[in-house]
């Protein structure tokens, strides 16, 4: 059982807009930031969203981050046949002193 | 450009240990946190431990703790997670993870691609 909870499935059709819900706890989500990978199997994962809404260099447009209380979700425009993949929310936790994973959403491309 | 390799995983009895290496590069080592993170078959994503830049300060998830060590070696550029007392249940593919600000106001993440911890007798 993960400490930030995300759905294990998504899905979308080509050009559709996609979220990916993160949902957390005020030791969590409600006072830290909210970071977002993307995860290709066999290859390593990538940070998309840092900072709750921040992206790296190289990362589209297409993906945004919002946070609100105590939940984050992860947004996906003009879907693509090449986003299909795992994603996880992560983010701080004040009171495990750790680092804390959703359990991820594997996202299909219809 | 930024590369980190991880090397010594393999396959061991349960109660056994291994001692993990992360090989860094392409940044200034020493003046950021480093994190381990693993994947167990068919699992998700896990948080291992994460060591700051000076190594005076580190964390553990509560599945490790007391068995793994995180330590780093900033004039090698190099971090370790070494890992005793090994359960069944570690086994996955480690990966070791740098994120943070860098000097030129961007954000610098990156992962290597990860070293693989069979536990089985």
């Known amino acids: 059982q993960s400490v930030l909870t995300q759905p294990p499935s998504a899905s979308g059709t080509p050009g559709q807009r996609v979220s990916i819900p993160c949902s957390g706890s005020s030791s969590n989500i409600g006072s830290n930031y909210v970071f977002w990978y993307q995860h290709l199997p066999g290859m390593a994962p990538k940070l998309l969203i840092y900072?709750?809404?921040q992206r790296p260099s190289g990362v589209p447009d297409r993906f945004s981050g919002s946070k609100s209380d105590t939940s984050a979700s992860l947004a996906i425009s003009g879907l693509r046949s090449e986003d299909e993949a795992d994603y996880y929310c992560?983010?701080?936790?004040?009171?495990?002193?750790?680092?804390?994973f959703g359990g991820g959403t594997k996202l299909t491309v219809l | 450009e930024v590369h980190l390799v991880e090397s010594g995983g393999g396959l061991v009895q349960p109660g056994g240990s291994l001692r993990l290496s992360c090989a860094a590069s392409?940044?200034?080592?020493?003046?950021?946190?480093m994190t381990w993170v693993r994947q167990a078959p068919g699992k998700g994503l896990e948080w291992v431990s994460s060591i700051t830049g000076s190594g005076d300060y580190t964390y553990y998830a509560d599945s490790v703790k007391g068995r793994f060590t995180v330590s780093r070696d900033n004039s090698k550029n190099t971090l370790y997670l070494q890992m005793n007392s090994l359960r069944a249940e570690d086994t996955a593919i480690y990966y070791c993870e740098v994120k943070g600000d860098t000097s030129d106001n961007s954000y610098l993440d990156s992962w290597g691609h990860g070293t693989l911890v069979t536990v089985s007798s």
């Open positions: 900072r709750h809404t």
């Open positions: 992560a983010s701080w936790d004040d009171s495990l002193s750790g680092w804390v």
């Open positions: 392409g940044f200034p080592f020493s003046t950021y946190v």
